[in-house]
């Protein structure tokens, strides 16, 4: 509000108001005034010319009387001159009379007149000799027309009077109307202007009052009565001076505030940097720990020592875990967690994710089910390795925390959709209490104490996939009942990146009979034939399938394939299998079976036989399509080369790859040793990064693994010399690998930047560390000749 128009926009109103109002009277009483001058000239103009008739007709009459009284001959023709001079000065007089406003009845008297006068003349002219006729009125005839007109004259005279003082006494009325009206305008005009001045200045008044209530409550932070009095602008400046007291003392805490801040900061970027430290030097003995035991599980161990190497391997990759997790929840609290933007395929990291995990699965006797409907995306624009993140760590709770029955991972994609797209985890596990679905989402928050002491976890798996799930644009939704499991929701907004492939029917035509133990499983399996073309049924056990296969074979319904998916020792499945083949009609019926990847290398005794075809839970969709089509063409079995990750590379593949290795830790270079001496590889182990350039430029190398923090030259520098050296002496860049314990965002980008290719972060394992070199020295892989696709 405008304080200086909120005042003198009332008075100014006031002013005008009063102006116009005296302007109006003013106006008004002029305009009266004039009126009544017009009605009185009006009046006298009627009295004039009334007074000049009657004279007129008086002289007339009077010239008559003497010209008849007389003894005296008057010459006739100055009898008549004379005589029509006084008629037209009367005519003349009563037309200029008749032209003036008259009221009717008045204008009907002077036509009475004139019409007396006309009688009149009409005898004297003839008494006169003016106008001689047979009959001569008599001058006593003459003598009552003359009385006749002085009455009707003196009538006229009268009414006339009377209209004059009609006349005044209405202009009167009418002055003393006008100057009524304006006087009752002005009273109303100034009225309205004062009720709106007393408005404004009500509305300047409790606005006054709202900002010193408001001063005072922002001084003060409560809400007190109304400032007392009549004074406001007086109110106004005590709670100014209140407030620059409040202000200023919240000045000075906000000055702590931001000291405060800066000192948080500064403690929380000591954390990160202490904690991205500890991740490098717990990462340097934990792959030295982790590397042998993976040797040493090669070697010949009684049961016992087998058993002790697994528990070393498991502990160093749950303590692995912790670090990891407690290094990325501190990346996220912090805000230094970069999300990419490239395809990825979503398929491969969700098959990734459900290999990675089935082993921990399978040995607690559960089954990793996934469902991807056929036909829907695969490749999305994000960060792929976050959602990996994100689904390892739902799925490998839901594994935690379900004791028996199977574990199921859904993609649904609707692009008409607000999120179209959505990933549901859900376990047959113990559930979550409604109460506290709320809390899981914290760090270091399980669902109660107990739960805590009967699984262990540090509690931070759920909040760093909450956390990098709204970091991408998304959530997680929970849907829960104790003792009946839990269904997390991954919902995200990644864009499509390629074009959905056109579906085709490989397997039109085809009858194919499912057995499966879980409903789940059979479901999914049965829109996918159905997708594929194929003809499909179910079998709820083996006593089913047999009975459905003796009733086809009556019919004259021989089915083209049977697939099995239920959990069965490698003995039950032989004896199915030489059931089946029993059968009559059935000797050669393909038979493909998919089991956990513990046993693929028990069950592949049965491929043995052609018509016997195995692949691995879980299966992606190109291999089992690809398998089917085997089995149905009578094709050899390709279980040995779709098989168990981490089998093992031909030793043949690696023989006189060059590899040179930059690494100053002894053990880390004893665990390379160990690792890479069975593959046939010729390595060549430096302590720094200035023996690795020395080395590097005296003899020839296939792949160099780099790590980053070394004594006398780190690996960045060293890789920069070397990539100098290689442009100066015309040579091809050698791939240079990071293997490195740090793992920071930032560590990468620094590697790449100073010339790496790759980038492997400590502790690795040996299949990981096999297929990056293979994969940098451009070497045929062997471990899966079946073709890849980024459809299924």
């Given amino acids: 509000m405008n ?18 109002a005296s302007m109006l009277v003013g106006g008004m009483a002029i305009y009266a005034s004039a009126r009544k001058d017009a009605v009185l000239e009006a009046s006298l103009e009627v009295s004039r010319r009334t007074s000049s008739v009657i004279a007129g007709i008086t ?14 001959l008057h010459p006739q023709i100055e009898v008549a001159r004379n005589f029509q001079g006084h008629l037209a000065t009367i005519d003349q007089e009563l037309s200029a009379l008749m032209d003036l406003p008259l009221p009717t009845p008045l204008r009907a008297e002077i036509r009475a007149l004139d019409d007396a006068l006309e009688r009149w003349c009409s005898k004297a002219v003839v008494l006169l000799g003016i106008k001689p006729k047979p009959e001569i009125p008599t001058l006593s005839a003459l003598a009552l027309s003359s009385e006749a007109v002085t009455s009707q004259a003196r009538h006229v005279s009268e009414l006339t009077t009377q ?33 709106f001045a007393m408005r404004k200045a009500r509305s300047f008044s409790a606005a006054m009052q709202r900002a010193t209530c408001k001063l005072r409550r922002l001084a003060a932070w409560e809400h007190p009565a109304a400032p007392d009095g009549d004074n406001e602008i007086a109110a ?38 202490f904690l991205a430290t500890m991740s490098h030097e717990i990462r340097t003995p934990i792959n030295g720990v982790l590397g042998m035991a993976e040797v040493l599980s090669e070697t010949a161990l009684s049961p016992e020592q087998q058993s002790c190497t697994s528990t070393i391997l498991a502990s160093s990759e749950a303590l692995l875990r912790i670090v990891n997790d407690i290094l990325d929840f501190s990346k996220l609290e912090a805000g230094k967690t970069q999300m990419l933007n490239q395809p990825f395929n979503l398929r491969d990291v969700i098959y990734e994710v459900a290999a990675l995990m089935s082993p921990s699965a399978a040995a607690k006797g559960l089954e990793i089910c996934i469902d991807i409907p056929e036909g829907s995306p ?9 959602v990996r993140q994100i689904l390892m760590n739902l799925v490998g709770n839901a594994v935690k ?3 028996k029955g199977h574990i199921s991972i859904t993609l649904n994609y609707d692009a008409s959709h607000e999120i179209p797209l959505c990933i549901d985890v859900q376990d047959t596990g113990v559930g979550i209490p409604k109460d506290s679905i709320g809390q899981i989402f914290y760090a270091f928050e399980q669902v109660e104490s107990t739960t805590a002491r009967r699984f262990e976890g540090t509690g931070l798996g759920l909040a760093i996939s909450s956390r990098l799930a709204h970091a991408m644009g998304g959530r997680i939704d929970v849907a829960s009942e104790p003792g009946n499991g839990s269904c997390f929701t991954v919902c995200l907004t ?15 035509g085809k009858e194919i009979i499912v057995l499966a133990d879980l409903p789940f499983s059979r479901d999914v399996r049965l829109r996918q034939l159905e997708y594929w073309g194929a003809a499909a049924t179910a079998a709820d056990g083996p006593t089913e399938l047999l009975t459905q296969l003796k009733a086809k074979a009556a019919a004259g319904r021989r089915p083209d394939l049977v697939l099995v998916e239920a959990s069965q020792t490698l003995e039950n499945a032989k004896m199915l299998c030489q059931e089946l083949h029993a059968l009559p009609g059935y000797r050669e019926l393909p038979v493909v079976y998919c089991t956990e990847g513990l046993l693929l290398p028990d069950f592949q005794a049965l491929s043995v036989c052609k018509s016997v075809h195995v692949l691995m839970k879980p299966a992606r969709g190109l291999h089992i399509l690809q398998t089917l089509q085997q089995a149905l063409n009578s094709a050899p079995s390709l279980a040995a080369a779709i098989s168990l990750p981490g089998l093992g590379y031909p030793k043949d593949k690696f023989n006189q790859l060059r590899v040179l290795a930059a690494e100053d830790n002894r053990t880390n270079q004893l665990v390379l040793k160990k690792m890479l001496a069975p593959t046939g590889i010729q390595l060549t182990i430096c ?29 960045l520098e060293a890789t920069r010399r070397l990539r100098e050296w290689e442009r100066e002496n015309g040579c091809g860049p050698c791939p240079i690998v990071a293997l490195t314990a740090n793992v920071l965002s930032t560590d990468e980008a620094a590697c790449r930047a100073a010339g790496m290719v790759g980038f492997i972060t400590k502790p690795v394992r040996k299949k990981e560390l096999l297929d990056r070199i293979a994969e940098w020295a451009h070497l045929p892989d062997t471990t899966d000749t079946a073709p890849q696709s980024t459809g299924t």
């Fill in 3 to 20: 304080i200086k128009r909120s005042i003198v926009l009332p008075v100014l109103m006031i002013a005008v108001a009063a102006t116009c």
């Fill in 59 to 72: 002289t007339a009459e009077e010239y008559a009387q003497d010209v008849l009284k007389t003894t005296r």
């Fill in 163 to 195: 209209h004059a003082e009609r006349a005044v006494a209405a202009a009167n009325a009418a002055l003393t109307r006008i100057l009524v009206l304006g006087l009752t305008g002005t009273t109303l005009l100034m009225t309205a202007a004062l009720i």
């Fill in 236 to 273: 106004v400046f005590a709670a100014l001076d209140t407030l620059e007291i409040s202000l200023l003392e919240k000045k000075r805490i906000a000055d702590r505030l931001l000291q405060e801040k800066a000192r948080a900061e500064a403690a929380t970027e000591t954390k990160s940097r």
């Fill in 378 to 386: 695969a490749v999305f624009s994000g960060d792929g390795g976050r």
């Fill in 401 to 403: 925390f379900t004791l």
């Fill in 494 to 508: 990644l864009p499509v990146a390629a074009p959905i492939p056109t579906r085709s029917q490989p397997l039109a």
């Fill in 687 to 715: 302590s720094n990064g200035q023996e690795a350039v020395d080395t590097f430029a005296a003899q020839d190398f296939d792949l160099v693994l780099m790590d980053m923090s070394m004594p006398v030259m780190d690996g």
